[in-house]
């Protein structure tokens, strides 16, 4: 089982990347299971906006002189799971985790209409985890959790079948908040595992 590790915040002590290097740290210890760390941040100079290719060219020839494209593509599809970890900003994800998504369905499916596709990788489960410093009421009733639609929807596009979201609220201020559902993150990356 290979899971591809994906974090989108600037602070690797921060409450979601450290949640995201302790999800990681008990993957790696389960047996049979091999964990590539993807932490956006690490290559922000490296990742290109969406580009069009010219007219009948192919999407690889828009991104010909960004390296990035090609290392994240033979990542992403040599991957079985998908681990996505990022925090709720202004109501939505981090530009540059939406820009690593553009990226992505530039090669991760074949249409089948304009609503759905139909995958050339092999992930069949997906584990979306984001922390927001607002309460789930004020998410759930007046943001209608448009970042996570907005992931979930794209993962659904990519034709993941099995996704879980675990949103952690009331997260506030930088530091490494210890998340009192820890266990509960830590259960739902075994779930990813199988």
């Known amino acids: 089982m290979h899971i591809l590790a ?28 091999t964990v590539d760390v993807l932490d956006l941040y690490d290559h922000a100079d ?54 690593w998504l553009d990226l992505v369905t530039n090669y991760a499916f074949a249409s089948k209409g304009p609503n759905r596709a139909r995958a050339r990788h092999k992930i069949k489960k997906a584990l979306i985890i984001n922390t927001a410093s607002m309460t789930w009421w004020y998410r759930l009733f007046f943001t209608r959790n448009s970042a996570t639609e907005m992931v979930k929807q794209a993962c659904r596009f990519m034709d993941i079948k099995q996704i879980k979201v675990h949103e952690i609220n ?19 990356c075994a779930w990813l595992a199988t």
């Open 6 to 33: 994906v974090l989108a915040h600037p602070s690797k002590t921060s409450t979601s990347g450290s949640l995201f290097y302790q999800a990681v740290a008990h993957l790696q210890q389960l047996p049979g299971v």
């Open 46 to 99: 490296r990742i290109p906006f969406y580009r069009l290719p010219a007219a009948g060219q192919p999407i690889e020839s828009a991104f010909a002189d960004a390296p990035f494209f090609a290392e994240n593509k033979a990542r992403f599809m040599a991957a079985d799971r998908l681990l996505l970890v990022y925090p709720v900003w202004w109501y939505a994800v981090p530009a540059i985790m939406k820009a």
């Open 170 to 188: 009331g997260v506030r201020g930088s530091g490494q908040k210890k998340c009192a559902n820890l266990g509960r993150v830590l259960s739902r």
